[in-house]
């Protein structure tokens, strides 16, 4: 079972939020905690499953994918057997950043990142509709991100 997390637990966590390139001797000396414990306090958050990776954010725009498109999507059935195969299908397309059960007028809500809104449309007819089990579709082009990713707090 996961230890409580203490202050320090805490200030480690907020500050690998906001610079997970962090030298464990820059972590340390922002946590005002040694070397040695910083590490191990670091390892600790990765074994209890605090901390899940660490990875880059690429910046969209200088990859072609500058272009957010949130999509509702309504299946024709709400059955475990219906959401099962959605769900297997999506986490088989890699132009899918996000997916969300939600409840409301939709069943899912995907998050996705593409050119421009050609390859979108031309992504949409050939892979999206083609989802097993979807009924309909809604989609939002994001006009501004005004925040995106935001760190925890806790």
């Known amino acids: ?36 414990t910083c590490h191990r306090r670091t390892q600790r958050l990765f074994e209890d499953g605090y901390i899940s990776s660490v990875r880059a954010l690429i910046a969209p725009e200088k990859v ?20 099962g195969e959605f769900e297997a299908a999506v986490t088989k397309l890699p132009f899918i950043l996000d997916c969300h059960l939600v409840a409301g007028d939709f069943d899912y809500f995907l998050k996705i990142r593409v ?25 939002f082009f994001v006009m501004k991100e005004v925040t995106d990713n935001a760190p925890l707090l806790f």
Do not use: W
């Not at 072609?64 to 959401?83: A, N, Q, Y």
């Not at 050119?115 to 309909?136: C, E, T, W, Y």
């Open 115 to 139: 050119s421009d809104i050609a390859d979108f449309n031309s992504m949409h007819g050939s892979k999206l509709i083609a989802l097993p089990g979807v009924r309909q579709t809604r989609t």
């Open 64 to 83: 072609e994918r500058g272009t957010l498109v949130m999509v509702g999507v309504v299946l024709d059935r709400s059955t475990p057997e219906s959401f």
């Open 1 to 36: 079972m996961p230890a409580e997390l203490d202050r320090t637990d805490r200030n480690i966590l907020r500050h690998l939020q906001q610079n997970g390139r962090l030298s464990n001797a820059e972590l340390a000396s922002l946590t005002n905690t040694s070397p040695a």
